[in-house]
């Protein structure tokens, strides 16, 4: 079994930044996907970064340039570094970790962005 918790959403103002934290716990294989998806009040999960246990990243458009995923393999966790933010990135970020054909998500932490 798999845990993934997640923190560090919050409310920001357009143009701050927030830093997500997503800590795996169980049976994780050496090598696997970690990244972060999103969704908005009546829109589909999207993809918003990802992360192989290679270092290898995938970035969705909305975010290149703004958004760094990072994570500390010893540790099992990924981060997720947001600047500038935006209105648009107001979602329910979730953690995920894929492994052996598997998908594990985080309960979802929210991020609103608004003056």
């Known amino acids: 079994q798999v845990q993934l918790v997640e923190t560090g959403g ?13 800590a795996a716990s ?3 294989v050496r090598f696997n996907v970690m990244g972060w998806y999103r969704q908005a009040p009546g829109k589909q999960r999207e993809l918003v970064a990802s ?9 969705a458009d909305s ?3 703004r958004f760094t995923i ?14 500038s933010l935006k ?17 594990d998500w985080g309960q ?3 991020v609103t962005v608004s003056s």
């Not at 648009?88 to 995920?96: H, K, R, W």
């Open 10 to 22: 919050g409310l920001v103002q357009p143009g701050g930044s927030l830093r997500l934290s997503c």
């Open 26 to 28: 169980g049976t994780i």
């Open 51 to 59: 992360t192989t246990s290679a270092g290898s990243t995938n970035y």
């Open 63 to 65: 975010v290149k340039g």
């Open 70 to 83: 990072s994570r500390d393999n010893a540790k099992s966790t990924v981060y997720l570094q947001m600047n």
């Open 87 to 103: 209105p648009d990135d107001t979602a329910v970020y979730y953690c995920n970790l894929r492994q052996i054909g598997r998908d």
């Open 108 to 110: 979802g932490t929210q």
